[in-house]
């Protein structure tokens, strides 16, 4: 059974400071990984899906990295911004229509 | 991209009450559909998938249900709510490309009183 851990729960940085979010996943075999955001009291936001076959994918000052052996995917969000402030989730798809989610990192930047 | 329209947006409702919270998708055709539960600081909960009309999938046992009576339209009923049926709603659609990207509505917050 697939399972998604995030770490940290909750990360607060100084605004225009580099960062980094860790995913990892038990089961290696899977179809692909996505990022969401979720600000309070909304809905998912996708942010940026890697397939199996992928390494990684930008877009804009995100960039996401999948490393299947390991059981790992980062996200990476450059010159962070207060805008920047929400939870980030990941989600595996393991096939079978099921997708599983991590609990989410809470990030605050400060202005 | 898939657009999802979740209502309504919020609902406060008496225990014992029934429950029709409704989706529609935009954008695609013949998508699966999700009901998804977040609770208050925990991880969403896959409550129900559907992957074609009147096709319906129930992960979790519970007072709730679903249907799928047309092909970018899925509700989820109950019949009589519970206090633990409080949550935010989520319905999410995945279809129409190779990726397999999940999209997901504004949300539907319930209050079960």
């Known amino acids: 059974k697939q399972e998604v851990t995030q770490i940290p729960a909750a990360l607060s940085v100084p605004e225009g400071e580099n960062l980094v979010l860790n995913c990892s996943f038990t089961d290696s075999a899977i179809y692909n990984l996505q990022w969401f955001r979720q600000d309070p009291g909304k809905g998912l936001t996708s942010l940026l899906l890697i397939q199996s076959s992928q390494r990684e994918q930008t877009s804009g000052r995100l960039n996401a990295s999948l490393d299947k052996s390991s059981g790992r995917s980062t996200l990476y969000i450059a010159a962070s911004q207060p805008g920047d402030s929400a939870t980030y989730l990941c989600?595996?798809?393991?096939?079978?229509?099921?997708?599983?989610f991590g609990a989410g990192t809470r990030l605050f930047v400060k202005a | 991209s898939q657009t999802i329209h979740q209502w309504p947006a919020t609902l406060v409702q008496p225990v014992g009450s029934p429950l029709s919270l409704e989706c529609t998708v935009e954008?695609?055709?013949?998508?699966?559909l999700y009901w998804y539960r977040q609770a208050a600081g925990r991880g969403l909960q896959l409550l129900f998938y559907?992957?074609?009309?009147?096709?319906i999938s129930s992960e979790v046992p519970q007072n709730l249900s679903a249907s799928r009576p047309q092909d970018r339209q899925f509700i989820l009923s109950s019949k009589k709510l519970l206090l633990s049926d409080s949550g935010f709603y989520l319905c999410?659609?995945?279809?129409?490309?190779?990726?397999?990207?999940?999209?997901f509505g504004e949300g539907s917050r319930l209050t079960v009183l």
């Open positions: 989600a595996s798809d393991t096939g079978g229509f099921k997708t599983i």
């Open positions: 999410a659609c995945r279809g129409g490309a190779a990726t397999g990207e999940l999209f």
């Open positions: 954008g695609t055709s013949n998508p699966n």
């Open positions: 559907s992957v074609g009309i009147g096709q």
